[in-house]
């Protein structure tokens, strides 16, 4: 049988040590509720709870994820708050109502918490499931927010933590570290009110079939930081090694409504951090700007992945290796106001229906593909090298295009199909420019070219194709008048098919071929 | 924006050895598809093509078609090989002052150089007649073979072709507009060596101005009327075949009068025996070294009889 133990207010001693455990860690017991919530830390420079076995509880109210576990009744005196639960379906409800503590901890898993940094273990037998843990942090006006290290590991499959940090009228101003090790975990991150600059908060996951979610609220004027995935973990003891590289995470968005902030996301094949695999996808959406966001994919060698991100009006940077398909836009048109940099190898890029209005820059290495699909293009730069790669705007860039850029270089075949379809209200007004390149500095592979202007703006186009293999070179101006200077030279043969200007007005096409 | 990944793209440098390599060895150069459709404004294509060049073809020429008032200027240099042929259609319909001009030389520029070269130039249909067309068309090398089909009124055309005694050019002209111009006093229609011109003209008020170079044969079959032909001979041994029908030609011959050069003969139809010029209504007469024959028939008289009369010789003074 578990325990319950009530905490009554009452002042602690210099340190307190709770065990609400069963016989043993190995084969824990079920039922140890520990319920608030008047606990009273204060002048307590320690306190640690230990429970073990199945389904216990900490909460204020005893019922799992209940209410609040109160900390520290007085300002600035607990320094350190350990939870250990170890067993299965645990649940841990922790407000920090009044306290500044130094640190935070909550262990959920087989494993025991060895010193101030933690750690989670490696031994699978020692994986427990089901595990849930919400924390908040000055989440309202009745907590302090004070908190300098907030550490959550939870080790284990079907795991949930959920932090709620600062509010709009008081910043957290700790440092988050958030671990999960194992299979569909769940952890769910939201950030309010976030003002103090220079604030990290580290996501990690390792296993497979994850969920994270990171929701950042409010103007974050001076800056904050959010480092999710597996290679900046505040604690090195505590990184998810290349071992626990197992993928296949589920669904993971990123939902960010605040402002002035950098988020990192670190997906690396050294590191595990969370890899998105499969049909998988990871989601990124930001409210409002601007922000600073950086995504390195995995290295596993897996095709499929997605990044959706979707209303964007920041900074943002995509990079991607091993097949990673990364997709921007969907059925909502997605906006771009800052700049951004997607960057693959040997994976896909998509773009549907997304505005760009700041510095744009696609690029692949060894292979892959890039498909772009409406919107407005302020000034796009794309470039693709190594094995055979495609770039296809098929579809048009159907809103204002300023400034396009697009460089295709490698031994292998590679084709490029560019549809200016600008379509501005202020006719006139932009003059949509494309700098197109084709290059291959060995091998016969060729390149092929197919252009389309159907945009109502006057356009200008500079075409170059170089290189051992075949060249050929398609243009079509339906619309809107085109001026296009073509050159196509190298030791194999060249040619220009389907040259056509069909009720071209004001429009010249010049082409040297040699 | 200063992201710094781990794993950028290096900078790939361009093709600067390909480049380079591709000015030692010719490729092939083909532009198999070029539509300029009823533009709105103002149009201009230039092509250049250096090494084995290809532009159009005869299934589906180069086309420009203009439906309004908006002129198409399309522009070829074509800089070929020794053993590939060049070969460039081009059509035109409807368009106002539509602007040709094809320049196809040798690789290494010199005239008179081993060369195919071969341009068709179709100007129009019945259906949808050329007008106003301005033709240029420079042909340097041997075995340049030239087919201008015009149909449409107030073509200018400026055709030269260079080439000597190693290879055989040809020129052949099919004009069923009226008003048109080959060539003119100052830019004459100018032939190489031992060239072969063939001129068909069925329109009225056409002009023609030719030089021809030495050992050149150039026929001449006019079904019109008020046409006038302008003709330059440079060397001995040139040959003139007319046929007339129509009425109030004129014809216009220049000959060379001094050094081994001269002109020797005109033969002025196929009959073995010329008639006299005088005959029939064709007035042959010389002032200087130059010779010219007038067509008097302006009315009344039948083809057979302009037949008759244009078996003549003449000979400068």
Same mark, same amino acid.
């Given at each position: 049988m578990g325990q319950k133990i009530q905490f009554k207010a009452s002042v602690m001693a210099a340190a307190i040590s709770v065990m609400a455990a069963g016989p043993a860690l190995a084969t824990p017991t079920e039922g140890n509720i520990l319920v608030g919530p008047d606990l009273d830390t204060s002048g307590v420079s320690t306190v640690k709870i230990d429970q073990s076995g199945t389904g216990n509880i900490t909460s204020s109210s005893g019922a799992a994820n209940g209410a609040a576990f109160i900390v520290d009744q007085s300002a600035g005196a607990t320094t350190a708050l350990t939870i250990q639960q170890v067993g299965t379906t645990n649940s841990l409800g922790l407000r920090s109502y009044t306290s500044d503590v130094t640190k935070v901890q909550v262990f959920q898993g087989a494993d025991a918490e060895t010193g101030s940094t933690g750690k989670l273990g490696t031994d699978a037998t020692k994986l427990v499931n089901s595990n849930s843990a919400v924390v908040q942090i000055g989440a309202d006006a009745t907590q302090r927010a004070g908190a300098t290290d907030v550490f959550l590991t939870q080790q284990g499959d079907n795991n949930v933590a959920a932090t709620f940090l600062g509010r709009a009228t008081g910043a957290f101003t700790g440092t988050l570290n958030l671990l999960q090790v194992g299979n569909g975990n769940l952890a769910d991150v939201v950030v309010n009110g976030q003002t103090t600059a220079g604030q990290t908060f580290n996501i990690g996951q390792s296993g497979g079939n994850n969920a994270l979610s990171l929701t950042a609220n409010g103007d974050q004027s001076t800056g904050m930081t959010l480092d999710f995935g597996g290679l900046t973990f505040g604690r090195t003891t505590s990184l998810p090694g290349a071992s626990d590289t197992s993928g296949n995470n589920n669904v993971s968005s990123y939902t960010y409504s605040g402002a002035n902030s950098t988020l990192n996301g670190y997906f690396t094949g050294s590191l595990a951090g969370i890899n998105v695999l499969g049909t998988d996808e990871f989601k990124i959406k930001t409210l409002y700007g601007p922000n600073n966001i950086q995504v390195d994919l995995a290295s596993a060698a897996a095709t499929g992945n997605k990044i959706d991100v979707t209303n964007f009006w920041s900074n943002f940077a995509i990079y991607g290796k091993g097949g990673a398909a990364i997709n921007l836009g969907g059925s909502g048109r997605l906006s771009v106001d800052g700049d951004l940099v997607v960057y693959a190898n040997g994976g896909s890029i998509s773009v549907n229906n997304t505005n760009f209005y700041g510095r744009s820059d696609f690029s692949t290495a060894d292979g892959g593909s890039i498909t772009y699909n409406g919107g407005d293009v302020f000034e796009m730069s794309v470039s693709q090298s190594g094995a055979a790669h495609s770039f296809s705007s098929t579809n048009g860039m159907s809103g204002f295009v300023e400034s396009s850029k697009v460089t295709q270089t490698g031994p292998i075949v590679n084709s490029m199909v560019v549809n200016n379809s600008s379509a501005d209200n202020y006719s006139g007004f932009y003059t949509p420019s494309f700098t197109l390149t084709q290059t291959s500095e060995t091998g016969g592979g060729g390149h092929a070219m197919t252009l389309y202007n159907n945009g109502n703006d006057s356009s200008s186009w500079t075409v170059a194709q170089s290189g051992a293999g075949a060249k050929t070179l398609g243009f079509t101006s339906n619309t809107g008048s085109a001026v296009i200077n073509a050159t196509q030279t190298g030791l194999a043969s060249q040619s220009a098919t389907g040259i056509n200007f069909a009720a071209a007005s004001g429009s010249s096409f010049t082409l040297a071929q040699r | 924006m200063n992201f710094s990944p781990?794993?950028?793209?290096?900078?790939s440098a361009l093709a600067a050895a390909a480049l380079s390599a591709a000015s030692l060895v010719w490729a092939q150069s083909t532009l198999d598809h070029l539509v300029v459709q009823a533009p709105s404004a103002p149009v201009t294509v230039q092509i250049t093509q250096e090494g084995a060049g290809k532009l159009g073809a005869s299934v589906e020429p180069i086309t420009l078609v203009s439906a309004s008032s908006a002129p198409i200027s399309l522009t070829v240099q074509q800089i070929g090989a020794f053993t590939v042929a060049s070969q460039i259609k081009a059509y035109t319909a409807g368009a106002t002052a539509n602007t040709i001009t094809l320049k196809q030389e040798t690789a290494d520029a010199t005239?008179?150089?081993?060369n195919d070269v071969w341009a068709k130039l179709l100007l129009g249909t019945q259906a949808a007649p050329a007008a106003s067309q301005h033709v240029t068309l420079l042909q340097i090398g041997d075995k340049a073979q030239a087919t201008i089909e015009s149909e449409g009124d107030n073509l200018a055309a400026t055709i030269i072709q260079h080439g000597n005694s190693s290879g055989v050019s040809s020129l052949n002209i099919a004009s069923n507009g009226a008003s048109n111009t080959y060539g003119s006093a100052g830019a004459p229609i100018t032939l190489g060596a031992l060239s072969t011109l063939a001129i068909s003209s069925a329109g009225d008020n056409n002009s023609y101005a030719i030089s021809l170079a030495g050992d050149s044969t150039a026929g001449i079959t006019n079904a019109g009327s008020f046409n006038t032909y302008n003709i330059a001979t440079q060397l001995a041994g040139d040959s003139l075949a007319l046929a007339i029908s129509g009425s109030g030609n004129a014809f216009t011959f220049d000959f060379p009068t001094t050094g081994t050069s001269q002109y020797k003969a005109v033969a002025w139809g196929s009959a073995a025996t010329p008639a006299s010029v005088t005959s029939g209504n064709f007035v042959a007469q010389c002032g200087g070294s130059t010779c010219w024959v007038t067509?008097? @028939? @302006?009315?009344?008289?039948?083809a057979a009889n302009l037949a008759a009369a244009a078996n003549a010789s003449v000979t400068p003074r």
């Open positions: - | 781990s794993s950028r793209l290096a900078p005239p008179g150089a081993v067509d008097t @028939s @302006s009315n009344g008289y039948t």
